[in-house]
Each structure stands twice: as C-alpha cells, then as structure tokens.
T-cell receptor, first 111, second 115 residues
Framework: DSGVTQTPKHLITATGQRVTLRCSPR?????VYWYQQSLDQGLQFLIQ???????AKGNILERFSAQQFPDLHSELNLSSLELGDSALYFCASRREGGEQFFGPGTRLTVL | AQSVTQLGSHVSVSEGALVLLRCNYSSSVPPYLFWYVQYPNQGLQLLLK??????LVKGINGFEAEFKKSETSFHLTKPSAHMSDAAEYFCAVSYGSGNTGKLIFGQGTTLQVKP
C-alpha cells in the first residue's frame, strides 16, 4: 500500500460525458502528479500540482483539467470524452526531494 | 526532447536465470533515474532510484541497476529470476529538482519467467 488513494477504481461512461477522478496523496506530500497509461501512448505525464498551484503541464488535452484543494486532495476532470480517452489514470504524490508514490489507478472505459 | 528507451518490449527468462532489462536515456544533463514495477491490475511500485550518489544502486526484491554516464544507460539486473518477478517494468527519468520532478517513462518491458 503506497498510501495514495484513488477513487473510483473503475469508471464506465459514454462518449461526450464528463467524469471526475479523485486522488488523496500520502500524508505530508504536497505534490500531486497525474499520469495516463494507454496501450498506444504508454505512460504519459499529464499535470502536476504543488500545494494547490499548478507547477508543470505535460501532454494534457484542453478537455482535461485538474485542481488541488486546500486539504491537498486532487481531482482530474475529463470532459467531452472520446473513445480514445479510455485508459488507466494514475496519480502519484511526492514530498520535496523524494520519489513519487503511485496510487492504484482509475480505469476509465468510454463506450 | 528528453526520452527514455527500453530495449525489448518482452523479455523471457527461466526461473533462476539472470534478468537483464535495458534502459537508455537521452540527455546532456545527468538525470534522476528510476525503475518501477507494475503487477497486473496494480499501480506502480518503486524498485530503485539513482540520484547521483553511488552508480550501482540496490533496490528491493534483489534488483539492482548501474548508472553508466558514458553509455547513458541504467540497466536493471537480478542474478536469479523468481516466478514472482513476472510483471511489467518501467524505466523513468526525472530532470526536475525541488518541486517539479515529473517522470518521463519508457515504453515498458514485460518480464516473463518460465518454470
């Protein structure tokens, strides 16, 4: 158990819909990272938040957005979903100078 | 662009044999290097990391990796494979320090261990 929790574990939805994925970091970790894992793209960095502020952006689509709340949990919002958005979405948390610890992931299926 | 290349998407070894998973990175700046393992239907677990201390890094479950700057490599090895080592392995680099540190992953290598 990494100490990072993600909900829900599985999500099945239809094209055009909007979903929210939730991540709770390890206690004391201020940084949260979001990654997407798909068969064709592999593991890709999406976005990072540090103590409520966006710090780095990767290959994140404009239809996707994220935020980190004062209690440090983070949410990844995916809208206007397409079939190609089906993937595993991981969040990871990190304290300054440390390594990233990954959550179990949310498997999103878009039908 | 910074990138990580894992040579061989599938590696098959016999139980008890040497495991060698290859990773090369492209960068003129020494990065932080990591190996993660992913078991089926699970998240990623850190095996080991290189952060510019000793070039030979020992990790969990008997794995180790050697950083070779001249070859821009960070290959993962284990002297004797166990059935429980069957999983997908990812090499990753990070170039950020402090509060950045996003990971760039290789495409992954699936390790099969035959009895």
């Amino acid at each position: 158990d990494s100490g990072v929790t993600q909900t829900p574990k599985h999500l099945i939805t239809a094209t055009g819909q909007r979903v929210t994925l939730r991540c709770s970091p390890r206690s004391g970790d201020l940084s949260v990272y979001w990654y997407q894992q798909s068969l064709d793209q592999g593991l890709q960095f999406l976005i990072q938040y540090y103590n409520g502020e966006e710090r780095a952006k990767g290959n994140i689509l404009e239809r996707f957005s994220a935020q980190q709340f004062p209690d440090l949990h983070s949410e990844l919002n995916l809208s206007s979903l397409e079939l190609g958005d089906s993937a595993l979405y991981f969040c990871a948390s990190r304290r300054e100078g440390g390594e990233q610890f990954f959550g179990p992931g949310t498997r999103l299926t878009v039908l | 662009a910074q990138s990580v290349t894992q040579l061989g998407s599938h590696v098959s070894v016999s139980e008890g044999a040497l495991v060698l998973l290859r990773c090369n990175y492209s960068s003129s700046v020494p990065p932080y290097l990591f190996w993660y393992v992913q078991y089926p239907n699970q998240g990623l677990q850190l095996l080991l990391k290189y952060t510019s201390a000793a070039t030979l890094v020992k990790g969990i479950n008997g794995f180790e990796a050697e950083f070779k700057k001249s070859e821009t490599s960070f290959h993962l090895t284990k002297p004797s494979a166990h059935m429980s080592d069957a999983a997908e392995y990812f090499c990753a680099v990070s170039y950020g320090s402090g509060n950045t540190g996003k990971l760039i992953f290789g495409q992954g290598t699936t390790l099969q261990v035959k009895p």
